[in-house]
């Protein structure tokens, strides 16, 4: 099993920035496909973003393709999360997950804890 923490989240302004981390334990972090997940209050969990094993290959949500993208480092065994040119209707809880393949973004192998962004003026 692979263990997934996320950090960096906070009160930002609209039009502000934050940067996620996702730090993994356990298994061999390389071997995992890493996605992005958000869920705002009262509403369902959604896709943001995907990276693939070796950093080489993403896929985002339209919603946030342009502003947030993602980045992974094997040798720290970490995945982040650059959120930027925020608007209200970003906040949520963000969620790091270890994937089956970065294309595949039902096939969830571990969920983080999440980590809250909350953008308001």
């Known amino acids: 099993q692979v263990y997934l923490v996320e950090s960096g989240g906070g009160l930002v302004q609209p039009g502000g920035s934050l940067r996620l981390s996702c730090a993994a334990s356990g298994r061999t972090f390389s071997s995992y496909a890493m996605g992005w997940f958000r869920q705002a209050p009262g509403k369902e969990r959604e896709f943001v973003g995907a990276?693939?094993?070796?950093?080489?290959?993403?896929y985002y949500a339209d919603s946030v393709k342009g502003r947030f993208p993602i980045s992974r480092d094997n040798a720290k065994n970490t995945v982040s999360l650059q959120i930027s040119r925020l608007k209200p209707e970003d906040t949520a809880v963000y969620y790091c997950a270890a994937l089956r393949d970065y294309s595949d973004i039902g096939g969830i192998i571990a969920w983080g804890q999440g980590t809250q962004s909350t953008v308001s003026a």
């Open positions: 990276i693939n094993w070796s950093g080489g290959g993403t």
